[in-house]
């Protein structure tokens, strides 16, 4: 847990015992009213879980595996140089038959 989420956990705690009106809770985590509200109700609902974001611990959408960053980046130095980023992809592509977003087709369709 982030220092952040921990303050954070201390204020809701405390919001919800009765101890701290809104306002100071909102203060405290600089928030609307509204924002602590909504996450005082959460964390009612759901508990501790309600502080950890969504996305927390996954990959994004636009991750490279390393074996892929590295091979393009040695090509990158010898073969493939001069070529664009969008020509490299072609070129990963073609010839080794990845794509480095994991997508099998670049169109928009």
Request: with cysteine; net charge positive; glycine share 8%.
């Amino acid at each position: 847990m982030s220092l952040k989420q921990a303050r954070k956990l201390v204020v809701l705690e405390r919001l919800c015992e009765g101890r701290i009106s809104n306002r100071e809770a909102a203060s405290y985590l600089n928030l609307s009213i509204r924002q602590t509200q909504r996450a005082k109700s959460r964390f009612r609902e759901v508990g501790v879980e309600s502080l950890i974001h969504g996305n927390t611990g996954g990959k994004p959408p636009n991750y490279v595996a390393e074996h892929i960053r590295d091979f393009v980046a040695q090509q990158a130095m010898t073969q493939w140089k001069g070529a664009s980023s969008s020509h490299m992809s072609e070129l990963l592509l073609e010839e080794k038959g990845l794509s480095p977003f994991g997508k099998d087709d670049y169109s928009d369709s």
